[in-house]
């Protein structure tokens, strides 16, 4: 069974500043597929990225990038030029290959965004 | 952008009462699943249906609930004797399946409290 572990139940970082939020997981797959998802405080779960494993290069979206260490089982979440708007829970999520495949979730970091 | 809807958006209930939690994917997905969240811990898979079959199940996921999609948009989540421990945000999503489509689009989320 695989397991995701973000070891930061919290942080916070000043506006406009630069954060990274931690995530390892251990698995047996080759392939699988990596995500950060946000949940602000309406609790709806927002996909912020995603990494395919079998990539190397590390995905970008806007202002949130990753750093994606196959070997190591790392996938942490860089946000820069951070904003209020970006405080929320962040949950790091594990997706093994295949059809209908559940995600496996991290247990969450806390963001506060501080003006 | 279509989106998943569930409603109710809270649920309230006595212990030992039945409860059906609606869902309604985006229109050409073909992987549904539902999820829980305890307050204040992480997302936990409940079950994943396609072609309308349970896919995967997790140890949550016992005799007291069960799925159904009734119709060709609905996708339902029954439980049917609560507990105070049901007590949980429940998050239903869906993906088109198949292909590079590995994302799984979360609805908004019912809140059931069980008293």
């Known amino acids: 069974a695989q397991t995701v572990t973000q070891s930061q139940p919290e942080m916070s970082v000043q506006e406009a500043e630069t954060v990274t939020l931690s995530c390892t997981y251990d698995?047996?797959?080759?392939?699988?597929?990596l995500f950060w998802y946000k949940q602000p405080p309406s609790r709806q779960m927002i996909l912020v990225i995603r990494?395919?494993?079998?990539?190397?290069q590390n995905a970008t979206e806007n202002r949130f990038s990753v750093n994606f260490q196959k070997a190591a089982k790392s996938f942490s979440l860089k946000i820069s030029d951070s904003q209020l708007g970006d405080t929320a829970m962040y949950f790091c999520?594990?997706?093994?290959?295949?059809?209908?495949?559940?995600?496996?979730f991290g247990s969450g970091t806390q963001l506060t965004v501080l003006p | 952008e279509p989106e998943v809807t569930q409603t109710p958006s809270h649920q309230v209930t006595q212990m030992g009462q039945e409860v059906i939690l609606r869902c309604v994917p985006i229109?050409?997905?073909?992987?549904f699943y539902w999820y829980r969240q305890i307050l204040g811990q992480k997302v936990e898979f409940l079950v994943s249906?396609?072609?309308?079959?349970?896919?995967?199940k997790s140890e949550i996921f016992d005799d007291q609930f069960s799925v159904e999609r009734p119709d060709g948009s609905n996708f339902t989540l029954k439980i049917r004797s609560t507990k105070l421990e049901d007590s949980a945000m429940y998050f239903c999503?869906?993906?088109?399946?198949?292909?590079?489509?590995?994302?799984?689009?979360f609805g908004p989320g019912t809140r059931l409290t069980v008293t």
């Open positions: 999520a594990f997706r093994p290959p295949g059809s209908a495949r559940q995600l496996t």
């Open positions: 229109s050409n997905h073909l992987y």
């Open positions: 990494q395919e494993a079998y990539k190397q």
């Open positions: 249906f396609y072609n309308n079959e349970i896919s995967e």
């Open positions: 698995t047996s797959e080759n392939n699988y597929y």
């Open positions: 999503a869906s993906t088109p399946g198949g292909g590079s489509s590995h994302e799984q689009y």
